[in-house]
């Protein structure tokens, strides 16, 4: 069975200003998603009744470094930095893809505090992983959580989503161990490419 998109990762070093400027391109406001305890917090759009773009970045009401996550650390300008998968059983998918030669890193617990105060809680891998942009998606399970695309968040319609990638065989290996279906063209570095229909018109994420 191949995996379903659960969401894109857009990633920007200011939280509160690059969902102001998300809000402009588009014509759609996200909606506060949350805070996570690794000092991350997030804003989301619904990209159907199943998907969403997350907009996530240093959380602007937690003191410290910069958090690590999605490249955060380091990162000077917005990008689409991963996306997710839900599997049917993400234990199972872990040790097919090990099999298959792909490790896509263990299963973790992860939660994050709506504004609303509900605690959502679900599990995911985690690769260590240095690369800027993940072209390989990371799997997720949301278990008895509801799904945040069916929390109401205001839509967008994703019409393409793709990768680019100096070596699209390889690529497409690591995507069949896990079974995840992406479409991917051959290009000098690892991007990610998200075309959106939006009230604005067309807008692409990369």
């Known amino acids: 069975m191949t995996a379903e998109l659960d969401h894109l990762v857009h990633a920007v070093p200011d939280l509160l200003a690059g969902v102001a400027a998300f809000a402009e391109r588009t014509g759609v406001t996200p909606v506060a998603g949350g805070r996570h305890p690794g000092g991350t ?3 989301l759009v619904g990209l159907g009744p199943t998907a969403y773009l997350e907009i996530i970045g240093p959380d602007p009401e937690a003191a410290g470094p910069r958090p690590r996550a999605f490249g955060l650390e380091t990162l000077a300008e917005p990008r689409l930095a991963a996306w997710a998968v839900r599997a049917g059983d993400i234990d199972a998918t872990v040790r097919q893809a090990r099999e298959h030669g792909y490790d ?3 299963v973790q617990p992860l939660s994050r505090r709506t504004p609303a105060g509900t605690l959502l ?3 995911l891998t985690r690769r260590e992983d ?3 942009i993940s072209p390989v998606p ?3 399970d949301w278990g008895e959580t509801a799904h945040p695309a069916a ?3 205001p839509q967008l319609r994703l019409v393409s989503f793709t990768a680019i990638h100096p070596d699209p065989e390889a690529l497409h290996h690591d995507l069949a161990a896990l079974d995840a279906v992406l479409e991917v063209a051959k290009g000098p570095e690892p991007a990610l490419e998200a075309v959106l229909d939006t009230p604005a018109g067309t807008v692409t994420l990369r």
Do not use: H, K, T, V
């Open 104 to 106: 896509p890193g263990d």
């Open 130 to 132: 240095p690369a800027a």
């Open 41 to 43: 917090a997030n804003y």
């Open 138 to 140: 990371f799997l997720i």
């Open 121 to 123: 809680e679900w599990r």
């Open 151 to 153: 929390s109401g968040l």
